[in-house]
């Protein structure tokens, strides 16, 4: 018996950050480190700091959801997004969504 192919959706976003009162990295890795831990803990997403590592008020982030239905998907992306409106300490330069 063959098994059928799974239906995998995967939705990438990456999103570029400007951190105004950081005056460090050890204040911008702060920031950048709770807002990770974050969207870990409430939308189960894996996240990672892709750019800008030795810029101070700068970062590039990725954030990746993987499932089996694109609606359940598009919803906790939708929460990612939603943490980074949030967040007070941050700008939003640019962010970008991706399906694969």
Not at 13 to 41: A, M, Q
Request: glycine residues 4%; contains cysteine.
């Amino acid at each position: 018996m063959t098994p059928h192919p799974a239906t995998i959706h995967l939705a990438l976003l990456t999103v570029e950050i400007f951190i105004p009162h950081s005056g460090s990295l050890k204040s911008k890795r702060k920031v950048t480190s709770s807002l990770k831990r974050r969207i870990r803990n409430e939308c189960n997403a894996s996240v990672a700091e892709l750019g800008l590592l030795e810029e101070w008020q700068r970062s590039l982030l990725g954030v990746a959801v993987l499932g089996n239905d694109r609606r359940l998907v598009d919803e906790q992306m939708n929460l990612v997004r939603g943490l980074f409106d949030e967040e007070s300490e941050i700008e939003i330069v640019a962010a970008r969504l991706e399906w694969c």
